[in-house]
T-cell receptor, first 109, second 116 residues
Framework: GIQVEQSPPDLILQEGANSTLRCNFS?????LQWFHQNPWGQLINLFY???GTKQNGRLSATTVATERYSLLYISSSQTTDSGVYFC???????????FGTGTRLTIIP | DAMVIQNPRYQVTQFGKPVTLSCSQT?????MYWYQQKSSQAPKLLFH???????NEADTPDNFQSRRPNTSFCFLDIRSPGLGDAAMYLC???????????????FGPGTRLTVL
């Protein structure tokens, strides 16, 4: 099956800093989603981005499908950005989401 | 607002006592999923319904069953919970437009199950 790797596994930043999270995948995909799992466990949809670039406020994401990676950018971090960020993909022939191992982001006031 | 709702948010059960978790959605999506997530791990798919068709994952224990009585509701039944079944259970939905791709998934807030 497809392999999904996220880096870094852990990231600790001061409030106001910027960060880049990376997701590498081993095969062509037809779906890529970024999620934020908050401290209460809820998975929040951030982006549906199988290719291209999208922006939503302080967050933006870019997927380069031909090179099999996606990046999530968080600018001017706030404490509420803390949590685990998951990348998940699906591909032709197996449309179920495969999750990466996640990046745990901690924003310090 | 259209959403995915899970009840209860927290469930405590005893070892071996059957428990049912529920999920409802107002998105009118035709695909519904159940995931299990243990501490510090990624969500793991247990099974999903494509319309009324049930699709079980090969490694999902027989202890886990599901029912989907209509488009809006889906239930997860754990027949004899063990200590290892303590986890967060997440319901998700998606809409398949083409009969080919399951598209973007939307998750409910989850039910945290404790087994005593």
């Amino acid at each position: 099956g497809i392999q999904v790797e996220q880096s870094p596994p852990d990231l600790i930043l001061q409030e106001g800093a910027n960060s880049t999270l990376r997701c590498n995948f081993s095969d062509s995909v037809n779906n890529l989603q970024w999620f934020h799992q908050n401290p209460w466990g809820q998975l929040i949809n951030l982006f549906y981005i199988p290719s291209g670039t999208k922006q939503n406020g302080r967050l933006s994401a870019t997927t380069v499908a031909t090179e099999r990676y996606s990046l999530l950018y968080i600018s001017s971090s706030q404490t509420t950005d803390s949590g685990v960020y998951f990348c998940a993909v699906s591909y032709f022939g197996n449309e179920k989401l495969t999750f990466g191992t996640g990046t745990r982001l901690t924003i310090i006031p | 607002d259209a959403m995915v709702i899970q009840n209860p948010r927290y469930q405590v059960t005893q070892f071996g006592k059957p428990v049912t978790l529920s999920c409802s959605q107002t998105l009118n999506h035709n695909v519904m999923y159940w995931y299990q997530q243990k501490s510090s791990q990624a969500p793991k798919l247990l099974f999903h319904y494509y319309d009324k068709d049930f699709n079980n994952e090969a490694d999902t224990p027989d202890n886990f069953q599901s029912r989907r009585p209509n488009t809006s509701f889906c239930f997860l039944d754990i027949r004899s919970p063990g200590l290892g079944d303590a986890a967060m259970y997440l319901c998700a939905t998606s809409r398949d437009l083409s009969g080919y791709s399951y598209n973007e998934q939307f998750f409910g807030p989850g039910t945290r199950l404790t087994v005593l």
